[in-house]
């Protein structure tokens, strides 16, 4: 869990909630995380021990002084200011999975710095460090849901105002999609 929303007094901080362990009643805290970042997507993967949280949006002064958000391509890990990577594309609202034995993140959709829906994906791996272009979903898709079934399938659900669903089956991050 990191932030929130940049009206409601987003916060720097990041925390693990164990949500299939309920005897956890404290939760893991980490450093804090070095940007105001909303609407980003992340993970744990194997080769980091902290949290790599990718895109979002961050409230920034143009030019002239004005206040905007901005959509984030930089990949960040709490603790540090530095981007650990830079993703292909611009994008907030999107969602996110670890697959292939958990060392590389699968980021999928969203909205870039227009506003505009994406079916694009992109591969996120640390060891070595790597951005590459995922398989395109077969629409455009923000504010949904990416899920893992098995070690194999994943669920994309819902996007923007849409009761939609697909299956996707992701042997080697090679994904073909069937609506539900």
Same mark, same amino acid.
């Given at each position: 869990?990191?932030?929130?929303?940049?009206?409601?007094?987003?916060?720097?901080?990041?925390?693990?909630?164990?949500?299939?362990?309920?005897?956890?009643?404290?939760?893991?805290?980490?450093?804090?995380?070095?940007?105001?970042?909303?609407?980003?997507?992340?993970?744990?993967?194997?080769?980091?021990?902290?949290?790599?949280?990718?895109?979002?949006?961050?409230?920034?002064?143009?030019?002239?002084?004005?206040?905007?958000?901005?959509?984030?391509?930089?990949?960040?890990?709490?603790?540090?200011?530095?981007?650990?990577?830079?993703?292909?594309?611009?994008?907030?609202?999107?969602?996110? !999975?670890?697959? +292939?034995?958990?060392?590389? &993140?699968?980021?999928? *959709? @969203?909205?870039?710095?227009?506003?505009?829906?994406? $079916?694009?994906?992109?591969?996120?791996?640390?060891?070595?460090?790597?951005?590459?272009?995922?398989?395109?979903?077969?629409?455009?898709?923000?504010?949904?849901?990416? !899920?893992?079934? +098995?070690?194999?399938?994943? &669920?994309?659900?819902? *996007? @923007?105002?849409?009761?939609?669903?697909?299956?996707? $089956?992701?042997?080697?991050?090679?994904?073909?999609?069937?609506?539900?």
């Amino acid at each position: 869990m990191l932030g929130g929303h940049p009206l409601d007094d987003s916060k720097l901080e990041s925390e693990v909630i164990h949500s299939l362990h309920p005897e956890f009643s404290e939760c893991e805290n980490f450093e804090e995380f070095p940007l105001n970042i909303t609407f980003g997507v992340g993970g744990f993967l194997k080769a980091g021990n902290k949290p790599l949280v990718c895109g979002g949006r961050r409230m920034a002064k143009d030019d002239e002084g004005f206040v905007e958000a901005v959509a984030e391509n930089n990949c960040y890990t709490t603790g540090r200011e530095e981007k650990v990577l830079t993703m292909v594309s611009r994008r907030f609202q999107a969602a996110s !999975l670890v697959i +292939d034995s958990g060392s590389t &993140l699968w980021v999928t *959709g @969203g909205q870039d710095a227009e506003r505009n829906s994406l $079916d694009s994906t992109e591969l996120i791996t640390l060891q070595p460090k790597n951005v590459e272009q995922g398989p395109k979903l077969q629409e455009l898709v923000h504010y949904h849901c990416l !899920l893992r079934m +098995d070690l194999e399938r994943a &669920l994309i659900i819902g *996007g @923007g105002c849409e009761l939609k669903s697909w299956a996707c $089956d992701c042997k080697s991050t090679l994904c073909s999609f069937q609506p539900l």
